[in-house]
C-alpha cells in the first residue's frame, strides 16, 4: 500500500469506531431488530452509480482480489461489551499505537485494521496498523505482526457499522458459492475518515469498511 497515513488520521477513524460501536452497544440487547437486505455486488462497480445518502441499506461491494503484505504494530485486548470494546479501541489507535508510531518515527501506511474472535460479547480482539517498518524495541503490550500476500475477497461494506455483521455472511456465501474456505481469519479496515472538511460527521452510507477474506 502506498498511501502513508499522517498521524491525525488516528483521530479521525477512532471517532468511527467510537461511535459505531456504541451504536451497536444501544441495539444488541434487542436480538428480535429487523435489518432491511443490503444491496449486494458481485464486482467493484463505480460509486459514483449509487446516491447512497437516499438509501436505508448498506450496500456491500465483493471484489476478489489478492492483499499486499503489511508489516503491523498490534495490541490484544478483551471486552465484555460494545461500550467497553468501543473504549478500548479508541485508547489502543489514539494513545498506545500513535505514541509507539511517534516515538519510534515510524510512517503509518494503512488505515486501522482488527482481528475478532467473536462478533458477540466477550469480545476477544487484535487490534493493530500497518507501518513502513517495525522498530527494534516494542513497548510494553505492543507486538509485530506480518500478513502475508495472500488471496482475498473483500466486502467494501456502505452503512452504519453496526450491520456489517451482513458484510460477514455475504463472504461466508461467496466462499460457499466458490467451493473455497477461509485461510485466516478475517479481518476488518475502517478505510473512510467518517469526519467530513467541517469536522462533522458522514452520512454512514458513505463510510467506508472493509471486511477482508483470506481464502485458499
Not at 57 to 63: E, M, T
Not at 110 to 119: D, E, G, L, V
Not at 135 to 142: D, M, R
Amino acid at each position: 500500500m502506498k498511501h502513508i497515513f499522517q498521524q491525525k488520521d488516528l483521530t479521525l477513524i477512532l471517532v468511527l469506531i467510537s461511535t459505531a460501536f456504541l451504536a451497536f452497544s444501544c441495539n444488541s440487547d434487542n436480538h428480535n431488530t429487523v435489518i432491511p437486505d443490503p444491496v449486494i455486488l458481485k464486482k467493484d462497480k463505480p460509486r459514483s452509480k449509487f446516491d447512497t445518502s437516499e438509501r436505508s441499506v448498506p450496500i456491500i461491494n465483493i471484489s476478489d482480489t489478492v492483499a499486499l503484505p503489511y508489516k503491523l504494530l498490534t495490541i490484544k485486548d478483551s471486552a465484555k461489551n460494545s461500550v467497553r470494546l468501543s473504549k478500548k479501541l479508541a485508547t489502543i489507535y489514539g494513545e498506545q499505537l500513535a505514541n509507539c508510531i511517534k516515538k519510534n518515527k515510524l510512517k503509518m501506511m494503512s488505515a486501522p485494521m482488527a482481528w475478532y474472535k467473536t462478533q458477540k460479547a466477550p469480545f476477544f480482539f487484535e487490534a493493530g496498523v500497518a507501518v513502513d517498518k517495525l522498530p527494534s524495541k516494542f513497548a510494553k503490550g505492543v507486538n509485530a505482526r506480518q500478513v502475508a500476500k495472500t488471496k482475498v475477497i473483500i466486502a467494501h461494506f456502505y452503512g452504519p457499522y453496526e450491520e456489517t455483521v451482513q458484510a460477514y455472511q455475504a463472504l461466508k456465501e461467496w466462499l460457499k458459492d466458490n467451493k473455497k474456505r477461509p485461510s485466516s481469519p478475517a479481518y476488518e479496515i475502517y478505510v473512510t475518515d467518517p469526519i467530513d472538511k467541517d469536522g462533522k460527521l458522514k452520512d454512514p452510507y458513505k463510510v467506508q469498511t472493509d471486511i477482508v477474506m483470506p481464502y485458499e
